[in-house]
């Protein structure tokens, strides 16, 4: 289970966001690594994903979004929220069948 | 330019069946696991299936076991899903997603859509 939260974040233009993640247990593949990643899904679009490994940034994604984390709290934050950033947020692991999603965090502007 | 395109969506009684094809371009299909997810409408996301690039794995989640089948053809570089037994809560938008075995790419198609209805 990946318990995201919150699933509602209105934010102000200009102004950090912050997307917390739980999973129920560690997310530490056999060879050392952490299948965690950060999807996003804007209105009317298929996902997208952000950020994976915890941490590293997909090609093309503005450096404003930074994911970070271990053992069992994962967090992305948006440094300067933009309108583009709207949509919805889900966490996804990729260490253990079956993969999982977390709940989805609606960001929208303030 | 990497593309992946679903096909094969549409309206199906409870207990038909639906075959989704996924066409590939623009990477090394053979070197990529692919994957089926869904979206129920108004829904989170939900894996469905995945296949391995080397087909050593074929995993499905549980609502579906003995009623989907994933299958590629890396000769036409494509991913199917057949989806039998269909079910009204089968419903969905289903995504054709692409990753290697490290994870460092993540490709998604645009999806189609599934309706199960009477």
């Known amino acids: 289970v990946m318990n995201q939260s919150p699933l509602s974040l209105p934010v102000a233009l200009g102004q950090p966001a912050s997307i917390s993640c739980r999973p129920s247990?560690?997310?530490?593949?056999?060879?050392?690594?952490?299948?965690l990643s950060w999807i996003q899904q804007r209105p009317g679009q298929s996902p997208r994903r952000l950020i994976y490994?915890?941490?590293d940034r997909d090609s093309g994604v503005p450096d404003r979004f930074i994911g970070s984390g271990s053992g069992t709290d994962f967090t992305l934050k948006i440094s300067r929220v933009e309108a583009e950033d709207v949509g919805v947020y889900y966490c996804?692991?990729?260490?253990?069948?079956?993969?999982?999603f977390g709940q989805g965090t609606k960001l929208e502007i303030k | 330019q990497v593309q992946l395109v679903e096909s094969g969506g549409g309206v199906v009684q409870p207990g038909g069946s639906l075959r989704l094809s996924c066409a590939a371009s623009g990477f090394t299909f053979n070197a990529f696991g692919m994957h089926w997810v869904r979206q129920a409408p108004g829904k989170g996301l939900e894996w469905v299936a995945v296949?391995?690039?080397?087909?050593?794995?074929?995993w499905y989640t549980d609502s579906v076991k003995g009623r989907f089948t994933i299958s590629r053809d890396n000769s036409r570089n494509t991913v199917s899903l057949q989806m039998n037994s269909l079910r009204v809560e089968d419903s969905a938008v289903y995504y054709c997603a692409s990753t290697p075995p490290n994870w460092n790419y993540h490709y998604w198609g645009q999806g189609t859509l599934v309706t199960v209805s009477s």
């Open positions: 996804m692991q990729g260490s253990y069948w079956p993969y999982t």
């Open positions: 296949l391995w690039f080397d087909e050593t794995n074929t």
């Open positions: 247990q560690s997310l530490v593949y056999r060879d050392g690594n952490t299948y």
């Open positions: 490994k915890v941490s």
